[in-house]
């Protein structure tokens, strides 16, 4: 079955510090990729997106995120966390050919920032 | 990015009535659009996709009568919560596809059935 897989649920880095949040995700044909990041009671903006190509991704933000397909993974990472950065973080993916292009969402990792 | 709109943010309603909600892509035309359900501290819930001119398909477990979907433009998706009960009290949000499969979400309807 198809699965995403956000491993952290709930991770905490100093201001300045460097971030990694990981997914993993079982699909059975080609995939593409998002990252999406939730505020407490907003929507979700879009952060970064992989389609094919360049297997590193440059997002907003200062985020990027790597495609990894021999482990099936697409980490986000960030080099300087700032306090805004807070929030809830979604993994996505979808596949081409898909049931009309609906995205498979990971369970979400909460990020908090430590002054 | 392109933006999605959804109206109203937060809405209270009596148990029994109805609730409409719109989603509406500003910038874009969205022949698919897609409406989840968000409960506290979880993931996306997928309800229903809804694609302009046809009916919508709903996912396994939810009830098209209760959730009734109108996709009547490229731009404009409707979700109706009908007779509405406190279990339906949650975070619902619409999101809509481009043509090159990126996906973008509005900001969310808060529902409170009381």
């Known amino acids: 079955a198809q699965s995403v897989t956000q491993p952290d649920i709930h991770i905490t880095v100093s201001e300045g510090a460097s971030l990694e949040l990981r997914c993993n995700y079982s699909?059975?044909?080609?995939?593409?990729l998002f990252w999406y990041v939730q505020s407490p009671g907003q929507g979700l903006q879009l952060l970064l997106k992989?389609?094919?190509?360049?297997?590193l991704v440059q997002g907003i933000k200062g985020f990027e995120a790597e495609f990894k397909r021999s482990q099936s993974s697409f980490n986000l990472r960030k080099p300087s966390v700032h306090w805004s950065d807070a929030a809830e973080y979604f993994c996505?993916?979808?596949?081409?050919?898909?049931?009309?292009?609906?995205?498979?969402f990971g369970k979400g990792t909460k990020l908090s920032v430590k002054p | 990015g392109a933006v999605v709109s959804q109206h109203p943010s937060r809405v209270i309603c009596k148990s029994g009535t109805s609730v409409k909600i719109e989603c509406r892509s500003l910038?874009?035309?969205?022949?698919?659009m897609f409406w989840y359900r968000q409960f506290p501290k979880q993931s996306l819930m997928l309800m229903a996709t809804s694609n302009e001119g046809s009916k919508a398909t709903y996912e396994q477990g939810v009830e098209k009568d209760k959730f009734l979907i109108n996709h009547a433009s490229l731009t404009l998706s409707t979700l109706t919560v009908t007779s509405a009960h406190p279990e339906d009290s949650s975070f619902y949000i619409c999101?809509?596809?481009?043509?090159?499969?990126?996906?973008?979400f509005g900001p969310g309807t808060r529902l409170t059935v009381t």
């Open positions: 992989y389609f094919s190509g360049d297997t």
């Open positions: 996505a993916v979808g596949h081409y050919g898909g049931s009309q292009g609906n995205l498979i």
């Open positions: 699909y059975g044909a080609t995939p593409y």
């Open positions: 910038d874009f035309q969205a022949t698919t």
């Open positions: 999101s809509a596809k481009t043509a090159t499969y990126e996906q973008y």
